[in-house]
């Protein structure tokens, strides 16, 4: 099955937890894997800890500081450290799920990573 | 299904793009994931922008210059930079398939990414 | 199947070979992909060559020179670090597998990536 869901993004760098919103989707699943996908250029899929919202903003702190906005970038749209950052992260994801619930350890969450926003997101899952 | 096709690089460091060839392999499928693999320690596998090629280029500048390729490195074959990046962008995506067409976004593109070319190349393919 | 096995780490930063032990696991598949999960948010996994052990150390010195220990991170655990590479190497990977043989290139190894142990940590897979 493919299905998808927007999200609604606030900031220009933010992580979105979209735990909730893959696992429901996945009810059904008895045993399989989830491909969670990004379709978008500037913006990415990652798993990281769900539990302090300090952890976010150091991953998203650190990441403009590798990739600053400013850098005597080439393309014209003023975007480049968006895809830059996409393609560090990545814009897919593969969870097991088992009896309709997503194998993650105890501290992790799904997160949209948000590169250039704020704007209206899409995922597309598939299992 | 597993199938492979070669990828031959004409740079250190090259985006090539491998939509369409990975298309065409999967032309027969109605709906599944493609896993897109590149066997090699120096490549990768990434999907970004496919439309202005100054996002390649920003992309490439960028690693470049996050991972340098001499910087005290110990391994001696004087390719460090090019394992770096490899691991940094990673071996393989996940694609999403329906009806014989990659659930790509409007602006993706898949990409070989080349980080010790030139050389001839492989990609593997699984749906 | 599901499966999973322990991976003991001995260093804060680490890269431990889990190439045998995952194909191991999948013996018995004839055609697949394996998806190896590491269910932990300060560690990953990655691909890389294993043949020259300074390959290792190098990927793991330069990481921590792009994303140092202490760097003014607001994360109060001390190990923010960690889980900034864990985002920027990823937590799964997938594999192709043949005839109970994982196909990885020549040189390709599937590591475990520690990056705040020592620890016992688990390894998730699934085919």
Known sequence: ????????????????DITSKVEELV?????????????????????????????????????SKLVPKDEGYEHSEGNS?????SSLIGC??????KDGKLVLGTWQSIYFAEFDGPRNRRVIIKY
């Open 1 to 16: 099955m493919i299905k998808e869901f927007s999200v609604n993004t606030n900031e220009r760098n933010e992580l979105v």
């Open 27 to 63: 009810k059904d699943v008895k045993e399989g894997v989830v491909t969670v996908f990004c379709p978008h250029t500037t913006a990415a899929i990652t798993i990281n800890e769900g539990a302090d919202p300090d952890v976010k903003k150091d991953i998203l702190w650190k990441l």
């Open 81 to 85: 450290d968006s895809h830059i950052k």
């Open 92 to 97: 897919s994801e593969s969870v097991i799920v």
